[in-house]
């Protein structure tokens, strides 16, 4: 649903009266359309795009959506904005110019325009480095924060939680010992 | 600071209870059944229930920051509350801000006051874990020689467990142990197949041990007009259907119904007044919330339930030429004895097997391992310790949170991550404090709050004691998990000297600071929870307990709170008050 079928169907519901606060959670509530622009705060549109298609790389669409329909890259951006501590958004960003960089000297293109078998071997690469790595005051690696993110901005959304995962606000009772083919799928 | 004092009519009240949590609503419920008219001062703000547990049934991507929460906030004004594990982007409306409510420690003894201002208190947020005492409790300072006795029994409180659970609605199991008794119990919840397979193990492996499913205040069937639970899981988001015990699910409704109860929020209660000549309190001095102004109330008989460090300050701040240092507090015991439990020290596993089960639904509920260690025969005593601890737990399969450290990215890993992981559990033990005169709070002589009450100074450290059976609470825990047939077994211990992660507080089970016993020289309340001296004064919360045991303890506050009211009613009845 977009925008101005939202605001139609609202003012349908409400014989033609505009209800102001019926109004914007239908709004925030149906940003899936896809039509709801975003602007990144601290990414820029270039960073953007990279976040995107590194998110779905990690968590890709298969039979469920992936990190790009969960919109984690503005959860990515989110964090970064609002939440990180300098140094640790500061070594974010930098982590995505390595990306690059990387991938310049490796195959003398963008990331983006990389192989994605390219692209595999070379996020491959950085996590083997980043699990290696000896834990360091600095803070984590680049691959590990951009993994953690992905991971809790794709679990947490509606799309994760209801659609890969299996979220309940009620579920109405408590069966300790359920066959686990009939519940079904792990429990966001 | 106060220009106007509003002096209410006199005599307005019988009544005037402090504070809304867990022990003033029950106050204030039987007082008023009991007919008399009842002011209850809140000194937070009016909380309707259902309406603003704004947080509750909140799905993830309803959080702005999906659970993990406003760090930058966090940090500038949640810097105790936000290490109590309730807290969160669905509960901080629970919890006081730091900032605008200040108090002090040392700076190497950390402590960590955590609490809620509103109508109904912490009885919103709780655990709701339910354990009774026994006289292994109550006798315990005396046998030892620790402090001073408990001038109760456990037959004295004994009718009124059963009176505040049958109100209160307790699921559990009984199990006959003499030192952790059992109770009119709603049916238990139920364990899941790692925690049954757990329970045998360890019961075959130490037949003088057992595992039971948790106590808890909340309910398995519609009770008293409240509905079953639904197993949403969070519980201190609120709970509309009422379905675990709080003061607004259970208590004031009830006490509301009398038409006998009038509430105040915004009241910040300053003082006792106390009255020379009568030698009686008349009422309380309150700094309004909002307007800073003072007004005063009176009653015949005061109830103070404003938590144990609330009321503590409350009774040092009510001075007088009688009482230079706090009201009641001739024995020079008034702010000291403070206890807490001591936890975040047990052990985590894995239990192999089960990969064909699951659960449905989010039980709000663990199991329990009643204590073993020091229950008065040989074979149970630990030579390095005194009294004992219990552990919960409970077993869980990993979810999508063990994705982080896995390795690995793509279709095959998203995948792997649609199946819950194995199944661990975890043991933690909450271990018994014994009273220090040296633990103690103070009021500071020169900083004040944003309402002219002093602030107040913790003193508190866990001592030899304490130390020495935390390493016996993992090693017993590790132990257990092994025998039981469980993997990967790590004992944990979160206590460092000086650091955060198991410092007191932290258990939010403070109590102590105006402790009960037999003689005024050396204790502050009687046995019916009277200030020794001025015995229209009642202290009910966790403030009157004299040792901690070991079981979480708001189930005794309860039922010492019921006891003291139906007694004050009756020393009314027959002109004493
Ligand atoms: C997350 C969490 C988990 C817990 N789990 C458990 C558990 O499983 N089992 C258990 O037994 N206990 C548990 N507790 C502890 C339990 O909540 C407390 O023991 C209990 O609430 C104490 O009751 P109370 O009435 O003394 O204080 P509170 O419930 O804290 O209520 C005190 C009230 O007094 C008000 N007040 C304070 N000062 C003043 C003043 N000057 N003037 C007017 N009003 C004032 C406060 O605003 C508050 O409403 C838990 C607590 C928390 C926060
Ligand atoms: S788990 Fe049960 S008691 Fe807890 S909030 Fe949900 S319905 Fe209420």
């Known amino acids: 649903m977009n925008r101005r079928e939202a605001i139609k169907r609202v003012g349908l519901l409400f014989g033609g009266v505009l209800y102001a606060p019926a109004v914007a959670g239908l709004l925030s509530g149906c940003r899936t359309g896809g039509e709801a622009a975003f602007t990144p705060r601290t990414l820029t549109p270039e960073q953007n795009e990279l976040v995107v298609h590194l998110t779905e790389m990690i968590i890709p669409e298969t039979d469920t959506p992936g990190a790009k329909a969960a919109r984690v890259n503005e959860f990515v951006d989110l964090i970064l904005t609002d939440w990180a501590p300098a140094e640790d958004r500061d070594r974010f960003l930098a982590g995505l110019a390595d990306v690059e960089a990387r991938s310049q000297a490796a195959y003398q293109v963008a990331f983006l325009e990389a192989t994605p078998e390219q692209q595999v071997a070379l996020l491959t690469q950085l996590e083997d480095e980043a699990l290696a790595a000896p834990p360091s005051p600095d803070g984590q690696p680049f691959f590990l924060m951009l993994k953690q993110l992905t991971l809790l901005g794709y679990y947490t959304s509606e799309i994760g939680a209801t659609q890969e995962l299996q979220w309940l606000a009620a579920p109405g009772r408590y069966d300790g010992c359920a066959p686990l083919e009939e519940v079904g799928r792990t429990w966001a | 600071m106060y220009e106007h004092i509003f002096i209410q009519e006199r005599q307005a009240y019988d009544a005037i209870v402090v504070g809304s949590g867990i022990t003033g609503g029950w106050a204030a419920k039987e007082l008023t059944e009991q007919g008399l008219k009842v002011l209850l001062l809140e000194r937070g703000r009016h909380v309707e229930h259902g309406r603003d547990y704004t947080g509750e049934h909140k799905a993830p991507w309803e959080l702005p920051f999906r659970g993990r929460g406003d760090r930058r906030l966090y940090e500038a004004e949640y810097d105790v509350q936000r290490r109590c594990y309730a807290f969160g982007e669905a509960t901080r409306h629970f919890f006081v801000n730091d900032r605008e409510n200040p108090y002090e420690h040392d700076p190497d ?411 005024p020289k050396t204790s502050v309340l009687n046995a019916y929870n009277q200030v020794h001296a001025v015995p229209n004064v009642f202290v009910t919360d966790g403030a009157c307990m004299t040792s901690s045991a070991c079981q979480n303890p708001s189930l005794t506050y309860m039922a010492l709170t019921a006891r003291a009211a139906h007694h004050a009613v009756e020393e009314m009845k027959r002109g004493n008050l």
């Open chain 2, 109 to 519: 003894k950390p402590f960590s006051w955590i609490r809620g201002y509103h109508l109904g208190g912490r009885s919103l947020m709780w655990g709701r874990q339910c354990y009774r005492w026994s006289d292994l409790d109550f006798e315990a300072n005396l046998r030892e020689g620790i402090a001073v006795d408990w001038p109760i029994r456990y037959a004295d409180l004994e009718p009124w467990y059963d009176y505040v659970e049958r109100f209160a609605g307790i699921s559990g199991q009984p199990e006959g142990l003499p030192h952790l008794p059992d109770g009119p119990f709603l049916p238990p919840m139920m364990m899941n197949c790692a925690e049954q397979h757990l329970k045998a193990g360890i019961e075959r492996a130490f037949p003088e041990r057992k595992m039971t499913i948790g106590r808890v205040a909340v309910l398995t069937v519609p009770h008293n007009g409240r509905a079953a639970c639904h197993y949403c899981g969070p519980c201190e988001r609120g709970c509309t259907p009422g379905a675990y015990f709080s003061s607004l699910s259970a208590t004031l409704p009830a006490a509301r119904a009398t038409g006998n109860l009038t509430i105040r929020p915004h009241s910040v209660v300053h003082s006792v007044i106390y009255d020379e000549e009568k030698g009686r309190a008349s009422g309380v001095r309150v700094v309004d919330y909002e307007t800073k102004e003072m007004h005063e109330f009176y009653a015949r008989i005061i109830f103070l339930c404003a938590s144990t460090l609330g009321t503590t300050q409350i009774l040092l701040n009510s001075t007088s030429s009688r009482f230079p240092n706090g009201l009641g507090n001739d024995s020079g015991e008034l702010g000291h004895n403070l206890m807490d439990h001591h936890f975040v020290v047990g052990a985590t596993a894995t239990i192999p097997g089960f990969e064909d089960r699951y659960y449905f639904g989010n039980r709000p509920n663990g199991i329990y391992i009643p204590r073993f260690r020091n229950l008065g025969d040989r074979a149970t005593r630990h030579r390095d310790f005194l009294r004992g601890y219990g552990y919960q737990g409970g077993a869980s399969r990993a979810g999508w949170n063990r994705g982080m450290a896995m390795r690995g990215f793509g279709a095959d890993f998203k995948h792997r991550l649609r199946e819950p992981g194995p199944w661990t559990m975890w043991l933690g033990g909450w271990g018994e404090t014994l009273p220090r005169h040296d633990n103690y709070v103070e009021l500071d002589p020169e900083q004040t709050d944003a309402w002219g009450i002093p602030l107040l100074k913790v003193h508190c450290t866990w001592g030899e004691n304490e130390l020495a059976m935390r390493k016996d609470m993992a090693e017993q825990a590790a132990e257990m998990l092994e025998a039981a047939g469980c993997t990967n077994v790590q004992p944990f211990d979160a206590y460092t000297e000086g650091g955060l992660g198991a410092e007191p507080g932290l258990c939010i089970h403070e109590m102590g600071t105006a402790r009960m016993g037999r003689d």
